[in-house]
């Protein structure tokens, strides 16, 4: 009976997390961003999530003996302190967030030990599933592009920006209504992509992900998202860290992790300098072709007005503040902490907290929005949680980074070709968080793959290895 119950609630738990990711996917993508779909995917998900959680509730004792567990509730307990102190400027749309941050920690994160070669199973799909999605979506991106699909949403809140499709002020938007959070996307898919590839030796497989890496770093080149081209640079530093040190004495096998750190750095931007001048040499060939009354002349009018938009437009970075707002806005974060220090003001009251106590505040009274995200994880958390959220979230993150470098030689063993990858998406995550709101307070794709990805890890930290999962892990060494 007991086998049946852990084997349906497997499925639950798998289906849910599809479900998670499918919420996700449906928020980024601008084609879907704002309606109804969201709700049809979000309830069966929230059912299916509850199931789960209640689940893992009942075997409490077991899942509480995850790493950083108690970190985490505390967390989540300051979290919801914050959010009563902070009542009178609202509270649902907190505890909506707590809900969905509870869901991560609880189903994605916290583990059972003797569950290891189920859980290995249970992530195989989720991570087959999202880099299908951002596959599709991906490629749908430079369709549009390449059509010169071009649309402009505007908002109906202020809290919301102008969001395009398409390719819009020298950047490439494609489906995301951000191409920070397309151009992340493919990021965290690119890391995981060569985990795969690296893990397996199918050559279907390994040219199918061959083909999804070179795609991955066309979207973040024409994204022109300077914070997931260091996120980028990240995530392959990890690889090849973890390659010299497997391999210090193959030179081969240096030289390469160091090429290809050096090209992580300099492909982007190599590959848009040649597009832009590429375009701009097409852009003036048909000009000329227009001007000498050519019987193409008609067609080449239509692209040179494509290729003037794409190369020529403007930037959307102002060139005198290089953050692009985000050192107003984390100025505007520090002054909030220094007003509520040690609790915060809660995740999704900045706003109503700031228009009664702070009017003049750069969040309010700016030229483009209202911001409501202070575009860096631990500001959000520094204005959210306050001091005590703070230092618990760098104590968790300490405690997690001790937990891998300690015991990097097991969980690589545990873990086969893929544990690199886990940490080249942690490493990604970080860096690309300093610059935008991810990791917490978010229900995206990205940081569903974090909270999985330091759960796996932390899975195999353990005090004793058991005889079990030696073998479960030695069974599914061709398996993601």
């Known amino acids: 009976m007991k086998k049946l119950a852990d084997r349906t609630f497997w499925w639950i738990e798998l289906f849910a997390g599809l479900g998670f990711m499918t919420v996700g996917f449906f928020q980024d993508c601008s084609l879907t961003f704002g309606t109804a779909i969201i709700s049809l995917a979000l309830w069966p998900t929230l059912f299916l999530s509850a199931a789960a959680c209640i689940y893992r509730l009942l075997h409490f004792k077991t899942y509480s003996k995850s790493r950083g567990f108690w970190l985490i509730a505390a967390l989540c307990v300051t979290y919801l302190l914050s959010t009563f102190l902070n009542r009178r400027y609202g509270w649902y749309e907190n505890i909506r967030t707590l809900i969905m941050q ?13 569950r290891s070669a189920e859980d290995i199973r ?14 599709v979506l991906t490629v749908m991106s430079f369709a549009y592009m390449l059509l010169g699909k071009n649309e402009i949403f505007y908002p109906e809140t202020p809290e919301m920006p102008l969001y395009y499709t398409g390719f819009y002020w020298g950047r490439l938007y494609g489906v995301y209504w951000d191409p920070n959070i397309g151009a992340l996307m493919c990021c965290i898919s690119l890391l995981l992509a060569i985990g795969v590839f690296s893990k397996n030796h199918n050559i ?9 890496v070179v795609l991955d770093v066309m979207y973040i080149t024409f994204s022109d ?12 530093i990890v690889f090849a860290v973890y390659y010299i040190m497997k391999n210090c004495r193959n030179k081969v096998v240096i030289l390469f992790a160091v090429v290809a750190v050096a090209l992580s750095a300099v492909l982007p931007t190599a590959i848009k300098s040649g597009y832009n001048s590429f375009a701009v040499q097409k852009s003036t060939s048909s000009s000329s072709g227009s001007h000498s009354g050519s019987g193409t002349s008609s067609n080449s009018s239509g692209k040179h ?26 100025k505007s974060a520090i002054e909030i902490f220094k007003e509520k220090p040690v609790f915060g003001v809660g995740h999704n009251t900045v706003l109503a907290y700031v228009e009664a106590e702070q009017e003049d505040s750069y969040l309010i009274n700016n030229d483009h ?72 307070y978010v229900c995206s794709p990205m940081s569903f793959i974090f909270w999985m990805a330091l759960g796996a890890l932390m899975q195999t930290v353990k005090k004793e290895e058991g005889e079990h999962y030696a073998k479960s892990a030695k069974r599914l060494s061709r398996s993601v």
Request: charged content about 10%.
């Open 225 to 236: 998202s300077r914070a997931c081209h260091i996120a980028f640079v990240a995530g392959v």
């Open 204 to 212: 279907i497989l390994r040219i199918a992900m061959s083909c999804l």
């Open 305 to 330: 007005s494509t290729a003037t938009q794409l190369v020529i437009r403007p930037k959307e970075t102002n060139a005198a503040d290089i953050s692009n707002r985000r050192i107003d806005i984390w």
């Open 102 to 114: 509870g869901i991560l920690f609880l189903m994605v994160y916290c583990y059972k030990e003797s």
């Open 122 to 135: 249970k992530r195989r799909v989720w991570i087959g599933f999202y880099l299908s999605v951002c596959a």
């Open 369 to 440: 929005m209202h911001f409501s995200s202070m575009h860096n994880a631990f500001f959000d958390i520094l204005v959210a949680q306050g001091a005590v959220g703070l230092l618990l979230y760098l104590t968790l993150a300490v405690w997690c980074i001790i937990a891998v470098f300690k015991n990097w030689k097991q969980i690589s063993m545990q873990l086969q070709g893929i544990a690199p990858a886990y940490l080249a998406v942690l490493a990604a995550m970080v860096c690309a968080s300093c610059f935008m709101s991810e990791i917490l």
